[in-house]
């Protein structure tokens, strides 16, 4: 919960100071820091097939984020927070597939999410903090969907997949992105998100289909902890 916390901070700050491309190149070099981590903090061992999935995937994401480049120039302080906002994603990773093997994922979801509302309710107290109107909708939409449900669904699937690819299919989100606005925001979509999202997705593809799933973990029931 201090994590999610934590990164979410880096994440956003890092967004005010810098380019969306800036941030998307930052932050996602979390794989990177998962291919370093993992081996050492987790039982996995070194995952050939996602390393040559990153090898893949990492210049179609640069290709993704120079499409958004604005063309300033960004400090250093931007870069060392998408860095640390990396490090934090990919610790959250770890962590979560450290508990979910023991616990219901919406047992660890609900107290995850408790922790960030604590950690999180003094920068209430600057500026505006609650939506309008208008904005209720919205963020009703990311609160239950998007945050709740689509939340214990991923810490959920960490139970039968490595840290490794879980990391690596996490490059799916800045091209899902792209598209989305492309067919909802009729933003344009250049060659460069085209042919860098055909390598991201050719990663995904060889993540899905070569690395090895690890063994299924018996379901907990919601609150009762599992035996290790």
């Known amino acids: 919960g201090f994590l999610l916390a934590l990164h ?3 994440f956003f700050e890092t967004l005010k100071r810098a380019s969306v491309a800036v941030a998307i190149l930052t932050v996602y070099t979390a794989p ?3 291919a370093l981590l993992a081996p050492l903090l987790l039982p996995e061992r070194r995952s050939r097939v996602g390393l040559a999935a990153l090898a893949i995937s990492a ?7 120079l499409a958004g480049e604005d063309g300033g120039r960004t400090e250093p302080l931007a870069i060392g927070l998408g860095l640390g906002a990396a490090l934090t994603y990919a610790l959250l990773i770890i962590g979560a597939k450290t508990v979910v093997a023991h616990v219901s994922p919406f047992a660890l979801a609900f107290w995850q999410y408790a922790l960030v509302s604590v950690v999180l309710a003094p920068f209430l107290l600057g500026g505006r903090a609650v939506p309008s109107a208008g904005e209720w909708p919205y963020v009703a939409l990311l609160g239950v969907l998007l945050t709740a449900v689509m939340g214990v669904l991923y810490v959920r699937t960490l139970r039968n997949v490595t840290a490794q690819a879980a990391g690596l299919l996490a490059y799916l989100e800045p091209v899902s992105a792209s598209f989305l606005a492309w067919a909802i925001l009729d933003q344009a979509l250049g060659w460069e998100v085209a042919l860098g999202g055909a390598a991201v997705l050719a990663g995904g593809v060889l993540v899905v289909l070569y690395e090895v799933a690890e063994p299924a973990a018996p379901e907990a029931p919601a609150g009762v902890r599992m035996p290790a």
């Open 8 to 10: 979410w901070v880096l």
């Open 59 to 65: 210049p179609g994401l640069v290709l993704i984020a």
């Open 32 to 34: 990177i820091f998962l």
